[in-house]
């Protein structure tokens, strides 16, 4: 593991934007796993800056998220997609028909995560993978727990985790319970990984690296991956 401190969220996102951009012009057609969630926001907009510079060109980029709310729409601003467009795809030359994002609104959940894995290995696999973490040490919307489960499938959240989700909700009742989620095994699939941990994340990643490996700390199996990088803020 290659695990670099830095001592605010400025040089978190210049650091995530420098690997991701270096992927990108490493191959221009790379597939990239995304993430929601507050911790990557300043990397999407460095990658935007970038962009609007003329120093990167996403034409040819294909993107797949690693989770959505189960009745979360692509119009849904509360959704994933909805957050990925305007955080990032909006302002960028990414073709919207390679942004790939599991379906929170189809009527089968399990043919709908088959699909989802089909469609990333037809797209040759995840050459990088963007990870934020859980305060409870999840990976995209896989739950500590006694077993974890290697495809996209359909998770029930925890209550912690929906407690954390609720802010961006207007009240507690509106926050998702449930959520379509790549699996571990998908995520381990990824030829690099990057998680990033932003404020309030040095706990759970110091906890993760001084960790056994366990399902109850789900980001204890990229201990077992072979090209990760953590980039976290160390106070
Ligand atoms: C959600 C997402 C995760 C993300 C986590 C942390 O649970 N499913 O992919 O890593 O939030 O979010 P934040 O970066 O806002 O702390």
Do not use: W
Not at 87 to 92: K, N, R, T
Not at 166 to 182: C, G, H, I, N, Y
């Amino acid at each position: 593991m290659n695990i670099i401190r830095v001592a605010d969220e400025a040089q978190l996102s210049e650091k995530a934007a420098a690997m991701i951009a270096a992927q990108i012009r490493k191959k221009p057609d790379a597939v990239l796993g995304l993430a929601t969630g507050s911790t990557p926001v300043g990397t999407y907009q460095e990658l935007i800056r970038k962009y609007e510079a003329g120093k990167l060109d996403f034409s040819g980029v294909t993107t797949f998220n690693l989770d959505e709310y189960v009745g979360a729409g692509p119009e849904d601003p509360h959704g994933y997609m909805y957050f990925m467009r305007k955080q990032l795809f909006d302002h960028v030359n990414i073709r919207k028909e390679q942004t790939n994002i599991p379906d929170g609104c189809c009527t089968d959940a399990a043919a709908e995560c088959e699909q989802y894995d089909r469609r990333i290995r037809a797209a040759g696999g995840i050459d990088l993978q963007l990870l934020g973490i859980g305060a409870n040490g999840h990976i995209a919307f896989n739950e500590p727990a006694e077993q974890l489960i290697y495809g996209t499938h359909k998770e029930q959240l925890t209550a912690s985790t929906i407690a954390a989700n609720a802010r961006f909700f207007r009240d507690k009742s509106e926050v998702p319970t449930q959520a379509l989620s790549m699996g571990i095994g998908i995520i381990m699939e990824a030829e690099q990984i990057l998680l990033l941990g932003g404020a309030g994340k040095q706990r759970i990643i110091e906890q993760m690296l001084a960790s056994e490996i366990t399902t109850r700390l789900p980001a204890s199996l990229l201990k077992l991956h072979r090209a990760v990088t953590i980039i976290y803020i160390a106070q």
